[in-house]
């Protein structure tokens, strides 16, 4: 029939795999029909045999009985009688979507007679890239092709895009006839000017290109800045490591170029957004939730440039620090990075901060496929913008769960962030020194959203003011935290307003897109875009959640009317489990299968902040639009609302534990047993006891953090307001200091003394329960030893959840429960002698990153199969910044990798300072707190063997010159 004609034609413009796919699908539903076809016939026969009338007709149309024991059907047409034999299937010219058919009588009635059958085209649906259209002759259409599919990517008519594979340039174009086709042209290479010898020759977009004779470390600098495409989005997503992953294929080497620096919110580089939403989409316009702000970002995008790559791939990025007096690094969140420690990107840890005018080469292998993200390790950095996806694929014939779906496209990846209108530094310093808060104001999508709490308090108070009800006292007070979002607006955070007048005339309205904006406050909130997921009906689609937020806001993702499959997180496979909605903490990633099965329209993808994030204080949430292809270009239209609560089962629950109908923690979930065999994970992991147990436990502590509060100007216990008090958050009472150097890099100017933990304290006779301690707190392990940590969250200053992310490995979650309000060490520890912490040992899933419920524990379990110097650390910004943090030193110093030849240095710089001609040295250091010595110390005793040295030679001189 016409509509398997169309699919075929319309799947020979995409790859074999694809045309494989689709005709098979086309194929089925033709199928699908002739069987439908028979079974009618079938059933037909069957009523005959009950004596039941079976001979249909309509209008225009007449039966003519036939003979006794005839074999054929008589039917007359438009004054014509035509004969069909037994079994024939055919169509009338006068309805299409009527199918007749022959069929035999019974005993009872052994005349043949005529079945017809109505088509229901409701079955019938395209494939990606193509519309089902109406057609005279056809009766559910057939399908167009609208758009060519290379890769799992679709492009419009008019789009090119290179395929390195061949080195061929690619077009999709349209002939005169309507037809869609993929147009090729052959890439022409400049010639090379010189005679190059082959150790200078290499291949660049498919050109040979010899290198010129420069150092190499200039040379590498000035690679990638031949064009600015790297600044636009568009060169990531046509970028040839972006591509369909296949078995036995030749690795690539993946070049990148990061640019951080200060940026802004709906800058110039926007021009007339959100009113004319073609402006949204320029290079360079960053929108947030449509008020303007500082931020920080990578190629003035935010999200950052998206890095997707095959498994085995070698990701090689420049980072290039344009920031205003500030360092950075970049961290590869989710990568053990075991064979290239130094690329981890901690600052004084694995590196040196990557200073201002400095660039830094990160290369790394594409070891472990997954859900990734890059992030800035420095500061408040993540929080303001410095993020981006990172995700590994690997053949889907290789993949688990690659049955489940049928399409994964870098289109439907979702990054989640928290968001406030101030930047993060101000933030911190206002909530650490003042009475300033740290509660997110919204929520974003992929870098968007809208700001729904603020527009709806903007239109309820322009209400008011229109009935004239606006006095001193509100006739109708908003909930607490419409009221709180509405007085905790900063002032640099410009509102937008759409009735507001220019304070500039504009003389020319057409050209009004191509000029500055004349009033900054007038971007309407209520017209910035929502993110828009793009399916078609009928398709399973792979989604990718990416948790970016950096303070306290656990986000719940779910989608109206739609289950979610959850497959995998962190990177790592589980048994598929279907829930309703999905909670995600910082550092987090979850892949879920999205089946496109509900009817054709426009469906809300809710997320939904916790804690920080709750009606308690701000009510952030945030929306995007699930658009099934056909429906119109609008909103969903289902109530919005913080209060919307998703059906079905909740994943990764906040603060509960096991055993609930409607709920399930990680623990609860399966990983595949492919894991058993894989380094750092395997089955040595699930044996009963470890080599290593470690209890790591914390709270918010009433201590005199000296970075917060001076005992004697402005101690905890002064008289101050409670909110005005910084309770510290500590791991096993210890806050991290880090080191003014790179641990890993200069670890032969250090040794053991240099490090603390808990018992070092105590054998020095140190009670950090009463003191506040901060040094250099190091856990160390053997190489390949199986350790154990029990982290409590005793839960007694605050009602919290505190997410953990390990460097460097992997982990099993053998346990997960939330005992009471609140918990103590000396409770868990003694449950844990009686044997009554539970562990599960049957494939226990896989992660590296995992919440704490508040009052109780996460018991997780790895093989230190990787040497070198690993943060430990809550993935909460405010509270990793400050120390809530540890390092483990996996393995012997010479049994790390080696240090990287010309690999940057840092420390302290404290020379002699000799101010009475005698050799007087003055101590620069800062005095160390209550806690060991600092690492730096050694000065002082250096001064007064100097001193002594030079009394011993003034003898000397003394003596022999008489």
Same mark, same amino acid.
């Given at each position: ?53 079976? =001979? ?15 074999? %054929? ?25 009527? =199918? ?137 997503? $046509? ?243 419409? =009221? ?19 304070? %500039? ?73 279907? =829930? ?40 952030? %949430? ?31 629950? $906040? ?39 470690? %209890? ?130 000396? $409770? ?120 002594? $040295? ?13």
């Amino acid at each position: 029939m016409s509509l398997s004609t169309a699919a075929t034609e319309a799947a020979a413009t995409t790859t074999a795999t694809k045309s494989r796919f689709y005709s098979m699908r086309a194929a089925n539903r033709v199928l699908t029909v002739l069987l439908v076809y028979a079974l009618t016939v079938l059933l037909h026969f069957v009523s005959n045999a009950s004596g039941l009338k079976t =001979v249909n007709t309509t209008e225009g149309f007449q039966t003519v009985n036939a003979s006794a024991g005839d074999t %054929f059907c008589l039917y007359q047409e438009h004054n014509t009688t035509y004969r069909r034999e037994l079994g024939a299937v055919w169509f009338a010219s006068q309805d299409p979507c009527l =199918v007749y058919s022959c069929a035999a009588g019974v005993a009872k009635d052994p005349q043949a007679h005529i079945v017809v059958t109505q088509v229901d085209c409701s079955e019938f649906y395209c494939e990606v890239g193509s519309e089902l259209r109406k057609t005279d002759g056809s009766c559910c259409g057939e399908c167009v092709r609208t758009h060519c599919q290379h890769n799992n990517t679709l492009y419009a008519v008019g789009e090119s895009w290179h395929n390195d594979a061949d080195c061929t340039l690619l077009e999709c174009g349209r002939l005169d006839s309507g037809q869609i086709i993929v147009n090729t042209y052959q890439r022409t290479c400049p010639p090379l000017e010189e005679e190059c010898p082959a150790s200078r020759l290499e291949l660049r977009n498919c050109c040979p290109f010899c290198r010129p004779l420069k150092s190499v470390r200039v040379e590498q600098l000035d690679e990638g800045d031949d064009t600015d495409d790297t600044w636009t989005a568009e060169w990531y997503r $046509m970028h040839p490591c972006r591509r369909d992953c296949h078995a036995g294929a030749e690795p690539l080497t993946c070049r990148y170029t990061f640019v951080v620096e200060w940026y802004q919110t709906f800058s110039k580089a926007c021009f007339d957004c959100p009113r004319n939403l073609t402006d949204c989409s320029r290079p360079h316009c960053v929108m947030g939730d449509g008020l303007e702000r500082g931020i920080t970002v990578v190629n003035r995008m935010m999200p950052g440039p998206a890095i997707e790559v095959c498994e085995g791939d070698q990701i090689v990025v420049d980072v290039k620090n344009s920031l205003l007096g500030e360092s950075t690094s970049i961290h590869w969140h989710g990568l053990h990075q075991k064979d290239s420690p130094y690329m981890d990107g901690v600052p004084h840890i694995t590196q040196c901060p990557i200073t201002p005018h400095a660039t830094f080469r990160y290369s790394f292998p594409a070891d472990l496929s997954g859900t990734h993200f890059w992030h800035s390790h420095t500061g408040m950095q993540r929080g303001d913008g410095v993020f981006g996806a990172l995700i590994i694929r690997k053949p889907k014939s290789a993949e688990p769960h690659g049955r489940l779906y049928d399409l994964d496209l870098s289109e439907h990846v979702m990054i989640v962030q928290d968001w406030i209108h101030e930047p993060g530094a101000s933030i911190f310093a206002s909530h650490h020194h003042s009475r300033g808060d740290n509660k997110p104001h919204n929520l974003l999508i992929n870098g968007r959203g809208r700001y729904y709490n603020r527009i709806w308090a903007e239109a309820k108070k322009d209400h008011q003011l229109a009935r004239g009800k606006m006095s001193t006292k509100p006739l109708n007070p908003l909930p607490k935290s419409e =009221v709180d979002v509405i007085q905790t607006l900063p002032r640099s955070a410009r509102l937008a307003k759409s009735n507001t007048t220019r304070l %500039f005339p504009v003389p020319n309205p057409e050209k009004l897109s191509r000029q500055k904006r004349g009033n900054l406050n007038e971007i309407p909130l209520e017209l910035v875009p929502h993110q828009v997921y793009n399916v078609q009906r009928g398709f399973r689609y792979r989604f990718r959640i990416i948790n970016a937020e950096y303070l306290n806001c656990p986000i719940v993702v779910s989608v109206d009317k739609h289950n979610l499959t959850a497959i995998n997180s962190d990177g790592f496979d589980i048994e598929a489990l279907e =829930v309703g909605s999905i909670v995600t903490y910082a550092g987090e990633r979850f892949d879920f299968v999205l089946n496109a099965n509900q009817e054709v329209g426009n469906y809300w993808v809710r997320l939904k902040g916790l804690m920080d994030c709750s009606e308690v204080f701000t009510s952030a %949430f945030q929306v995007a639009i699930l658009r099934y292809e056909g429906a119109p270009d609008e909103e969903p239209t289902a109530e919005l609302s913080y209060a919307h609560k998703a059906e079905g089962i909740e994943l990764n629950v $906040m603060n509960r534990g096991p055993g609930y109908p409607d709920t399930k923690t990680v623990a609860e979930m399966r990983a595949l047993p492919i894991y058993d065999q894989v380094p750092g994970i395997d089955h040595d992991t699930l044996e009963p006891e470890a080599d290593f147990k470690f %209890f790591v436990y914390y709270d918010f502590y009433a201590k005199n953090n000296p970075e917060f509060h001076d005992k004697d100007l402005y101690a905890m216990d002064m008289n101050m307001t409670q909110s005005n008090r910084l309770y510290t958050p500590q791991l096993n009472h210890i806050t991290l200091k880090f080191p003014s150097l790179a641990l890993l890099p200069s670890r032969k100017q250090l040794s053991d003394s240099d490090f603390c933990n808990e018992t070092s304290l105590e054998e020095q006779g140190i009670d950090c329960r009463t003191e506040f301690c901060k040094c250099h707190h190091v856990l160390q392990v053997p190489l390949n030893a199986v350790v154990e940590l029990i982290i409590v969250d005793e839960g007694f200053q605050y009602y919290a959840n505190h997410p953990f992310h390990l460097h460097g490995n992997a982990f099993r979650v053998l346990a997960l429960e939330r005992l009471g309000e609140n918990v103590t060490i000396e $409770m868990i520890k003694s449950l844990d002698r009686f044997n009554l912490l539970k562990r599960n040992f049957v494939n226990p899933p896989v992660k590296d990153t995992v919440t704490i419920p508040d009052g109780g524990y996460t018991i997780i379990r790895f093989e230190a199969y990787n040497p070198g110097y690993w943060l430990f650390h809550c993935h909460i910004e405010f509270h990793a910044e400050i120390g809530m943090a540890l390092v483990f030193k996996v393995g012997d110093d010479d049994q790390m990798v080696p240090v990287p030849d010309r690999f940057p240095t840092c420390g302290d710089y404290n020379p002699d300072l000799r101010s009475d001609g005698e050799g007087t040295t003055e101590s620069t250091s800062r005095p160390p707190t209550a806690a060991p010595q600092d690492t730096d110390g050694g000065v002082k005793g250096l001064a007064a063997n100097s001193k002594m $040295m030079a009394l011993i030679f003034s003898l000397l001189l003394l003596r022999f010159g008489h």
